[in-house]
């Protein structure tokens, strides 16, 4: 908004969007909750570019808020992948281990190391179970930080 109004003043932005001045001036507010709704953006973006702007303010800043939820989602899948092969390597040692300590003779050992195995699984599991929910459309959009690769 700042670039906006920069270029076309708060009377050219309020005569863009049909609100008042201080309208405008709210919403250049960092402090303010208001926004413009995304008609009253391109309004603002088209009026901006038509005064001689460079680029669309609006425009770029949704394109790079996109930008960065599309990479933070990459990142999230990117680590349920990987918390899925440590899964599977973790299963595959676990069940090496439960087959030793089945067979007659196991030692203490097979049995320490079965239990350590266990608890690996358990873990990589923890963190599968905490990553998934993160997926669900509705959990992604509930706020900032929580669509992508900041979940543990």
């Known amino acids: 908004m700042i670039k906006v109004l920069a270029q076309i003043k708060g009377e050219g932005a309020a ?4 609100k008042a001045v201080s309208t405008v001036y709210a919403w250049a507010n960092p402090n303010s909750d208001t926004l413009p ?10 009026a901006h570019r038509l005064a001689g702007g ?5 425009r770029d ?8 939820k599309v990479k933070q989602e990459d990142a999230c899948r990117r680590q349920l992948v ?38 690996q699984v358990d873990g990589v599991l923890r963190r ?19 669509a992508g690769g900041t979940h543990q």
């Open 15 to 18: 005569a863009a969007v049909g």
């Open 37 to 46: 709704s995304l008609p009253e953006a391109l309004a603002l973006d088209t």
């Open 54 to 58: 460079e680029g669309a303010p609006f």
């Open 61 to 68: 800043a949704f394109s790079h808020q996109l930008g960065i």
């Open 82 to 119: 990987a918390d899925s092969i440590d899964f599977v390597r973790e299963a595959g040692e676990l069940t090496s281990a439960l087959f030793s300590v089945s067979q007659p003779g196991a030692s203490p050992l097979d049995h320490h190391r079965a239990l350590v195995e266990a608890q």
């Open 128 to 146: 599968i179970r905490r990553r998934l929910p993160n997926f669900l459309r509705p959990a992604m959009s509930t706020g900032p930080g929580n």
